[in-house]
């Protein structure tokens, strides 16, 4: 059964950095995008960075330069290293995967793109 589990979330204050890390099982990370999104209270969710299969990789304008996305696909797991945090960071980030095939160079950033799902890991940027 495949499955994405989210970790890393916490309370941080502004400025400072998390990893979060998505766990996957049940299938081959290497035939898989993986991208990363996040939903605010009252929000809708919206796509932050996603890594193709190849390791090409995209970022949403807001966190550019502050946000990394990698992926070790010997350990199944994909990471999002988050710096110079801001409060409106603070929302629910979930992981999501999707078939490629090995190499694609494609990086799906819409949600309807992504077929499964984590439940989602909250991360909280608050002095």
């Known amino acids: 059964q495949l499955q994405l589990v989210e970790s890393g979330g916490g309370l941080v204050q502004p400025g400072g950095s998390l990893r979060l890390s998505c766990a996957t099982s049940g299938f081959t990370l290497d035939y898989y995008a993986i991208g990363w999104f996040r939903q605010a209270p009252g929000k809708e969710r919206e796509g932050v960075s996603c890594s193709s299969s190849g390791g090409n990789t995209n970022y949403a304008d807001s966190v550019k330069g502050r946000f990394t996305i990698s992926r070790d696909n010997a350990k199944n797991t994909v990471y999002l290293q988050m710096n110079s945090l801001k409060p409106e960071d603070t929302a629910v980030y979930y992981c999501?995967?999707?078939?490629?095939?090995?190499?694609?160079?494609?990086?799906?950033?819409?949600?309807?793109?992504?077929?499964?799902w984590g439940q989602g890991t909250q991360v909280t940027v608050s002095s």
């Open positions: 999501a995967a999707v078939f490629q095939g090995r190499g694609a160079y494609y990086t799906p950033t819409a949600q309807f793109e992504y077929r499964y």
